[in-house]
């Protein structure tokens, strides 16, 4: 039931965000009407034909390569608000991105445990998007007029390639014709991505996105929290052992790793694990009704 909500949430989540069914006419142009002033919780590729919102990436980019170098405090602080109000809780329910690996993951071939040193380093590969393809990059980077670049959209982006890329190229004929070696670098991370997701869960999430590090900054802090009651947990392991974002929820259940997806809460046959507003302590159901408030 928890896995088919989240799915549906997702699935649900991303045709809101991409209902202006318009744009995916032939000869028709993206929307730009007054809600695209406004950013979605999630990655959303800007471009895409039927995308109602910015993509809150995309947006503080913009806003960071402005000739004026304004810092994004209207971009920012939504995000820096949804995250402490719900850290990566919109990693895990509302990015259709994160379904598409999701669902990609689920083709049936043996899949791929990547070796935990190797797996320690790259998750702070998406802290180093974050910092130099986000922020310092379209911050600094001047070209002759002044202005600076969306680094991370226009060099790396595969949801930008997937959602707006791929489908403007193929409703416009015009824009097949001038295709050239950006987009076809840009295709090939795509297709990686693609293929990465099938043997690893969410790689995209835990190694590359710059939204997910930022969420991830408050994890910590967030006011849904993951609370583990240790009194009742019978330390069977089935939540670690069920978390495809290999987070260990007994010992770090607000590690910046989890995506809030749940999974572990209903793997939990103690219920020694629960989700909940702050510290929550009077308001907890857990079997001992005790938390241990790690983070
Ligand atoms: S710790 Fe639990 S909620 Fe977090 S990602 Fe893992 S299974 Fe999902
Ligand atoms: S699944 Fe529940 S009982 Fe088992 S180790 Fe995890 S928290 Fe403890």
């Not at 000739?67 to 109000?85: D, N, Q, T, Y």
């Not at 445990?113 to 998406?126: C, E, G, Q, S």
Request: charged residues 15%; contains cysteine.
């Amino acid at each position: 039931m928890g896995k088919k909500l989240r799915k549906a949430v997702q699935a649900a989540w991303g045709i809101l965000c991409n209902g202006y069914v318009k744009g995916f006419l032939p000869g028709e142009t993206i929307y730009q009407g007054p809600l695209k002033h406004f950013c979605v919780p999630g990655m959303n590729c800007y471009s895409c034909p039927g995308a109602l919102g910015a993509c809150p990436i995309g947006a503080m980019q913009a806003v960071f390569s402005g000739r004026r170098r304004k810092i994004a405090f209207s971009v920012v602080g939504f995000l820096a608000a949804v995250g402490l109000l719900a850290g990566r809780f919109v990693c895990g329910w509302l990015c259709l991105f994160g379904l598409v690996q999701e669902l990609l993951y689920k083709i049936p071939v043996p899949k791929l445990r990547v070796p935990k040193t190797a797996d320690r380093i790259l998750r702070f590969l998406k802290y180093g998007m974050l910092m130099l393809f986000v922020f310092a990059l379209p911050f600094f980077f001047r070209t002759e007029y002044g202005l600076g670049e969306p680094f991370f959209c226009k060099y790396i982006c595969p949801v930008g390639t997937l959602e707006g890329g791929v489908p403007l190229v193929l409703l416009n004929a015009g824009m097949r014709q001038v295709l050239g070696g950006l987009f076809r670098w840009k295709f090939l991370l795509l297709i990686l991505c693609v293929l990465a997701s099938v043997f690893i869960h969410r790689p995209f999430c835990k190694y590359v996105c710059p939204l997910g590090a930022f969420y991830g900054l408050f994890q910590k802090v967030s006011l849904l929290r993951l609370h583990y009651d240790e009194h009742a947990c019978i330390h069977c392991g089935k939540c670690a052992a069920g978390c495809k974002m290999q987070v260990d929820p007994c010992s770090s259940p607000n590690s910046a790793e989890c995506i809030r997806c749940g999974e572990c809460v209903q793997a939990c046959p103690a219920k020694a694990l629960m989700f909940g507003m702050g510290n929550s302590k009077k308001k907890g159901k857990t079997a001992h009704g005790v938390y241990k408030e790690k983070l």
